[in-house]
């Protein structure tokens, strides 16, 4: 199956500092990425859609300003959490699907992030 | 707004015995279902995917879809402790919607 990496696998920061944090797509390019949040035992919540070339598309209720998206090239997305607080600590995990009819989607191992 | 539901469990299911997990979905235009395993502290990982009414199956796991239901489906077979995990089905609009998954126990 598609491979996607992402780096670092885990981070910690101090309050108020940026973490950016590195999607790619290893074995295809990927157009547009994905952007997930997940806190402990809760469900993935979508925070953004990354579109090579363009802007990204924030869901509702995620600061764009806070949680910058760069999408520079058919394999790299990055997200960097600006000013992080103890509230953004949470696992980050983006994916890329295979456009095409199947548009399967392939998971990067994630980011847990902990703000001190 | 568009759905998709499962039941959050956990649902606890012997060794060797069949995993039955359900999902559905809101929107009637959907054309693309997916399950996803997630271990705890891991990301997903696509085990299925589904576009047609019927079963489809892929070694001990069969993915069932009736769009006329709006009902995806997802069988386990022969159900090992490594199967224990959060399953997450995944339905495709514009963009994929998960559900909040349900959480498998599979007993020794």
């Known amino acids: 199956g598609a491979v996607v990496s992402q780096h670092p696998s885990w981070v910690i920061c101090k309050s108020g500092t940026s973490v950016k944090i590195e999607c790619r797509s290893l074995?295809?390019?990927?157009?547009?990425m994905f952007w997930y949040r997940q806190f402990p035992k809760q469900s993935l919540m979508l925070m953004a859609t990354s579109n090579e070339g363009s802007k990204a598309t924030y869901e509702q209720g995620v600061e764009k300003d806070k949680f910058l998206i760069n999408h520079a090239s058919l394999t790299l997305s990055t997200l960097t959490v600006t000013s992080a607080h103890p509230e953004d600590s949470s696992f980050y995990i983006c994916s890329a699907p295979l456009v095409g009819n199947s548009y399967e989607q392939y998971f990067g191992p994630g980011t847990r992030l902990t703000v001190t | 707004q568009k759905e998709v539901e499962q039941n959050s469990g956990p649902l606890s299911v012997p060794e060797g015995a069949i995993a039955s997990l359900n999902c559905t979905y809101s929107?009637?235009?959907?054309?693309?279902f997916f399950w996803y395993r997630q271990y705890s502290g891991k990301s997903p990982e696509l085990i299925m995917s589904?576009?047609?009414?019927g079963d489809k199956e892929d070694g001990r796991f069969t993915a069932q879809l009736n769009k006329a239901s709006q009902y995806v489906s997802l069988l386990i077979r022969d159900s090992q402790p490594s199967d224990s995990a959060t399953y997450l089905c995944a339905v495709r609009d514009d963009k994929i919607i998960f559900g909040k998954g349900t959480r498998l126990h599979i007993l020794p």
């Open positions: 589904i576009y047609s009414n």
């Open positions: 929107d009637r235009v959907s054309q693309s």
């Open positions: 074995d295809f390019q990927a157009t547009t």
